[in-house]
């Protein structure tokens, strides 16, 4: 690194987010970038570690520390310091395809694997990766890389989402004429219905889909493979078929009174939401409203971050977020050592807007529903809770005891249910030789990416399970190389 000692020199600048109170106004990105100079000086604090933990992601006590799509961070980082903007841009392009996203919405585990954390904060990686994609759009460097030759060979990928863009950019460019099919209406899957435009804005999407067609690739929108298009017909007219086609079978809550009105599952709230956004700026009212209701949103992850910023910008009456865990630490405790993911208690973006809004952060921590009220029209009135008390037997496996005398009744209009996903939709599946193994996600052979049938690979969190978006990404490009090498490998 050009400045070994930055680490010691700088504090750690954070994003720049837009006044709370302004931002719920409006649905546009409320994180801006710091000026020039600090950026660079923030990267400066990329420290010449031995080891870049950082840029090699793996999984420690069941979570992601590092970057998945093995970014050359310490590389690109001292390319910004020293001002060498557009050789960070090729540098950052040699992994990863898309960081305009993964410098948006990406949860940053590199960070959480930064050696600096060891004596001061991590570096901010995500920031930097953003400011270089943005800086190289703003200037001109990303331009479509159109193949040089083509292989005559077709490959349909199923699911616009991280893992079927990847999968489809990596394959367009070994010259393959790549086809890939959305059931919505619009291209990008969580990049575009899952995820508020307040963390990406619609035009982020737009950018890339655009380049990518130039590139040579097909988007085929408001066509769900299984209905419209027979999986048969699919499989027959290509090559080889890549099942992208996400996690996206929510978990339910088997409580009495689950059946009444006004009970949602999180990703048809924010798709209806966003997609009334995008559409007509709400004036089809074709969306699930919290306006004037008391919210409850069970759930403690990312998507329940998302309905609390959704229902505050709905003008909500009052909020309530349900957190399973009790309260996290400030600090890392014993049995959460660097370099795995910190545990740590963080204020999301969402939960500090309620905050401000309401008064006091939304979340009930340690806290699970055990039942639903509601009038005689069957309509919503009330969420029945507990507190919970977790611990681990001698298996590691854990119990949670609820706590006498916490029960508890919350006035609510409007459930939404964000507790994870439980695999991939199976009525494309039931239409393939292709098996769920006992996660009920897409089986595949060992340690590849090909499933039971021939010519059918399957990637990203139809594989896995729900994860991140970067290890989405990945997946992608791994399936698309492994689907390569299976098509070229009878070609002389």
């Known amino acids: 690194m050009g400045n070994i000692t930055g680490f010691m020199e700088h504090q750690k600048v954070p994003l720049h987010y837009r006044d709370p109170m302004e931002r719920i106004k409006d649905w546009n990105e409320i994180a801006t970038l710091p000026t020039e100079e600090i950026l660079r000086e923030q990267a400066s604090r990329c420290m010449d570690c031995a080891v870049p933990f950082c840029q090699d992601g793996t999984q420690l006590a069941g979570m992601t520390t590092g970057c998945p799509v093995y970014n050359l961070i310490p590389e690109w980082n001292d390319l910004v310091y020293k001002g060498r903007w557009k050789e960070a841009y090729h540098r950052l392009s040699r992994t990863n395809p898309f ?19 060891l004596a001061t904060d991590s570096v901010t990686i995500k920031n930097i990766e953003r400011a270089i994609i943005d800086k190289a759009f703003e200037e001109g460097w990303v331009q479509p890389n159109i193949p040089k030759h ?73 066509t769900e493979v299984g209905k419209q298009l027979q999986m048969d017909q699919l499989h027959s007219e290509n090559d080889a078929v890549i099942l992208c086609i996400g996690s996206t079978r929510p978990r339910d809550l088997n409580i009495p009174g689950r059946n009444q009105k006004g009970i949602h599952f999180a990703m048809d709230y924010l798709h209806q939401n966003t997609k009334s956004l995008l559409d007509s700026n709400f004036a089809d009212e074709e969306f699930i409203n919290a306006e004037g209701k008391d ?40 049995d959460n050592p660097w370099p795995q993911y910190p545990v740590i208690h963080k204020v999301d973006t969402g939960q500090e807007e309620a ?26 009135t009330g969420v029945k809770s507990v507190n919970i008390k977790t611990k681990f037997n001698e298996k590691g496996e854990k119990i949670r005891d609820i706590v006498p005398g916490t029960e508890k009744i919350w006035s609510a209009q409007l459930v939404l249910l964000a507790i994870g996903f439980s ?53 992608g490009k791994e399936a698309a190389m492994e689907c390569h090498h299976y098509l070229m490998r009878n070609v002389s």
């Open 295 to 334: 919210v409850i949103v069970i759930g403690g992850g990312d998507t329940a971050t998302d309905c609390v910023t959704t229902a505050v910008r709905q003008n909500c009456k009052s909020l309530v977020q349900f957190d399973i865990y009790p309260i996290r630490p400030t600090k890392r405790a014993e």
């Open 99 to 117: 960081p305009e996203f993964t410098g948006r919405a990406c949860p940053a585990p590199c960070e959480g694997g930064c050696v600096a954390t």
């Open 150 to 222: 083509r292989t005559g060979k077709k490959v349909a990928v199923i699911g616009s989402g991280p893992a079927g863009l990847a999968c489809a950019s990596v394959l367009n460019q070994h010259g393959h004429q790549v086809t890939v099919y959305e059931r919505a209406d619009r291209i990008g899957g969580l990049l575009t219905y899952g995820i508020p435009k307040t963390k990406i804005e619609q035009y982020v999407v737009d950018r890339r889909i655009r380049l990518m067609e130039e590139e040579g690739i097909a988007f085929v929108t408001n």
């Open 423 to 475: 695999g991939p939709e199976t009525g494309l599946i039931k239409q393939t030789k292709v098996a769920l193994n006992n996660q009920s996600n897409i089986k595949v052979k060992k340690d590849t990416f090909q499933t039971d049938e021939e010519g059918i690979f399957a990637a990203g969190d139809a594989r896995t399970g729900a994860s991140l978006i970067v290890w989405a990404i990945q997946e």
């Open 355 to 380: 905050k401000h809004v309401f008064g006091n952060d939304p979340r009930a921590f340690a806290t699970t529903a055990q039942g639903f009220t509601s009038d005689k029209y069957g309509n919503i």
